[in-house]
């Protein structure tokens, strides 16, 4: 008696898959970087070129035109830049002084609003609508803004201040108060972002804990700080990242308020404003390469920095 062998397609419920051909993955992973080519290319000119050539450019001696002949110099921009002492290290210092007083400012209040937002109220929308006003409008009006609001002799800020019985202040027109009253125009202008940031981070954290810490008998202090601020903790670091990098940044209002050499006396002047005189005004290329690479290094030390300690609070 013969037995019948059955074939592996026919004993299954029905016909084995078929596989795809390796041909169709190669294709589809190829269209793939077709696809990503151009948006490659453009990053590629956009943002590493600027980078190469602005290394190449500080190890040259370039100045005076563009197209200018100019030589290999090494690092001596570098040592020149880092020895001088009148302009690159006060203008470093004003660069950090700007940075963590306006930051420092920004967060707390804007960690406050948040928290006052964070339930909801009658004409909350009305609330986020006035809040967002000061980030729809440009630096450069910003800072001229200002300067009508604080004129020493016509500003609406002195006429407020005699009004109270407080003395007239220079704001902007005087060396000791220019670098303190754009930082909290600065305050002013981005603690609204900082809200926003914060108050997107509140709505993600679970109401579980801090509802278990008030039947505990917590407080509110107590709730907020050893509940709500260890969960807020990866929000709150990458909201400190974000504008901590573009606080370090700032320049166009500096430049409005202030003008080139930040003053009269360099009392607003930050590693930007510095680097843009350099080019612009003295036109020593060279020199202002390496200040920029520095100041990149520098603003790169910065975001690890903020990096590492935001990773061991919320570690």
Do not use: C
Not at 95 to 103: N, Q
């Amino acid at each position: 008696m013969s037995t019948t062998e059955v074939s592996p397609a026919r004993a299954g419920t029905g016909p084995a898959p078929a596989r795809r051909p390796r041909t169709f993955e190669q294709a589809n992973r190829r269209l793939k970087w077709t696809m990503l080519a151009p948006a490659l290319l453009f990053v590629g000119l956009m943002i590493v070129f600027p980078l190469v050539y602005t290394v190449h450019l500080s190890l040259t001696d370039a100045f005076g035109a563009v197209n200018a002949g100019k030589d290999q110099v090494g690092l001596r921009n570098f040592t020149d830049a880092l020895g001088d002492t009148r302009r690159f290290w006060p203008a470093a210092r004003r660069t950090l002084v700007f940075t963590v007083g306006a930051v420092v400012l920004e967060t707390a209040l804007g960690l406050a609003l948040a928290m006052l937002m964070r339930k909801p109220f009658r004409g909350m929308r009305w609330v986020r609508t006035v809040l967002i006003i000061p980030l729809l409008t440009t630096p450069v009006a910003i800072g001229i803004l200002w300067l009508l609001i604080l004129d020493p002799t016509n500003g609406i800020a002195n006429h407020l201040l005699a009004g109270v019985g407080l003395p007239r202040q220079e704001f902007l027109g005087s060396v000791s108060q220019s670098l303190p009253t754009l930082m909290l125009i600065d305050v002013w202008q981005w603690t609204p972002m900082m809200t926003l940031l914060l108050l997107a981070g509140l709505t993600t954290l679970p109401e579980e804990p801090e509802e278990a810490a008030r039947v505990d008998g917590a407080n509110g202090w107590q709730r907020f700080r050893h509940v709500v601020l260890p969960m807020l903790g990866p929000a709150l670091a990458t909201a400190l990242v974000l504008r901590a990098v573009d606080a370090l940044k700032t320049f166009d209002i500096l430049y409005a308020t202030k003008g080139a050499g930040g003053g009269s006396d360099f009392e607003v002047e930050t590693l930007n404003v510095y680097a843009y005189g350099l080019t612009f005004d003295y036109q020593e290329y060279g020199l202002a390469a390496a200040v920029l690479v520095l100041f990149t290094l520098f603003i790169i030390g910065v975001v690890v920095l903020l990096r590492r300690r935001g990773g061991r609070k919320t570690a």
